[in-house]
């Protein structure tokens, strides 16, 4: 095993952010995780990065950074209905989606164009347009650090929620996701129904629908609306869409008429966090080379040297100023390093 040190974090995360890891090192088979378990000077300070795609930045990171580059996508199970594929965690996300597609393989294509690693997939239960990671997830396969074994955690294990799971909490930094396994159709189960897929098929003449055009209709809706993080430093949605109660939505419909929402269950309905961040005036703003994207007021960027902190900083008036207008606590989606 490798380990390099004082190495610059700049090329590994989507943000652009200048900072140093004390150790760094590239994870491409499996055997090196107990070469890893077993160096004392690591213990408790083992970082796991994928695509860099959900992190900030915000000071010099200790201990070690190990930069997930296990390959291999393998079919472990089928029958007439399912296929079960199973994706070493170091797999582009973008890439797995699009060759479940070639294959005819079903319950991921509206998760399109979402960066990152398969890895980093069940940690934050990844969702876009009305579908969720959770949804196709069998088992997920790591490494405990301590315990040092493989251990696989089926669906209900993983805990999940919205952009949540046991990896944020119980196990986290406890374990390291090697591979995860995934449960897909034969038999395609169409979802148009979210956001503009609909309006972008038709405007795409999309006449017999498949997969493949849901998933071309939502590369371009994400394309058209996301900056690209090789032209712009950002990390997508900054901040997770909150869940309020009925009295309280009802009391901001008041005031906010058109306020929109989503219903999640009897009590509570999700607003758009967008929708709160624009009301409060932060689209389009920027401070030095930090600021809130002009056509997304979900995704804050980094225009060139900004430092974490500053991004940190912007987040942060950004909670206070929807805490104090509509009485929310935005929460951050973004993992902070």
């Known amino acids: 095993m490798q380990v390099q040190q004082n190495i610059s974090l700049l090329p590994y995360n989507t943000f652009g952010i200048d900072m140093p890891a004390a150790y ?3 994870l491409n088979n499996e055997t090196m995780l107990a070469e890893i378990a077993d160096e004392k000077r690591f213990s408790g300070q083992i970082h796991a990065l994928g695509g860099g795609s959900n992190i900030l930045l915000s000071k010099p990171v200790e201990g070690l950074v ?3 580059e296990l390959k291999g996508i393998q079919i472990v ?10 994706v070493q965690a170091g797999e582009v996300w973008h890439e797995m989606v699009l060759r479940a597609i070639q294959n005819n393989w079903a319950g991921i294509e509206n998760l399109a164009l979402i960066p990152g690693t398969v890895g980093a997939a069940p940690i934050q239960n990844i969702g876009a347009y009305g579908v969720e990671a959770k949804e196709t997830i069998d088992t997920v396969t790591a490494w405990h650090w301590n315990e040092k074994v493989f251990i696989n955690y089926t669906n209900k294990e993983c ?3 919205y952009r949540d799971s046991i990896f944020k909490h119980e196990m986290k930094d406890k374990v390291f996701i090697s591979s995860v396994t995934f449960k897909l159709n034969k038999q395609p189960e169409f979802n148009t ?3 503009a897929i609909e309006q972008e098929l038709q405007k795409m003449n999309v006449s017999t629908l498949s ?3 849901i998933a071309d209709a939502v590369i371009a809706i994400r394309s058209s609306k996301l900056p690209d993080p090789k032209q712009i430093g950002n990390a997508g949605s900054f901040f997770k869409n909150p869940s309020i109660k009925m009295d309280h939505f009802e009391l901001l419909q008041t005031g906010y008429p058109d306020i929109p929402s989503y219903p999640t269950n009897a009590s509570h309905v999700k607003i758009p966090a967008a929708w709160l961040i624009e009301e409060c005036g932060w689209k389009g703003t920027r401070r030095g080379d930090a600021g809130v994207h002009e056509k997304q007021a979900l995704v804050l960027v980094n ?3 900004a430092k974490g902190a500053d991004i940190w900083q912007l987040s942060t008036d950004i909670l206070q100023s ?3 207008r509509f009485g929310i606590m935005l929460e951050r989606e973004v993992q902070v390093w």
């Open 24 to 26: 760094f090192a590239v």
């Open 303 to 305: 225009y060139g040297h």
């Open 322 to 324: 929807v805490n104090e």
């Open 211 to 213: 997969i493949k055009a």
């Open 77 to 86: 199970k089928e029958d007439d209905a399912h296929v079960w594929l199973q």
């Open 193 to 195: 129904t979210y956001g």
């Open 159 to 161: 805990a999940f929620g």
């Open 66 to 68: 190990v930069k997930n």
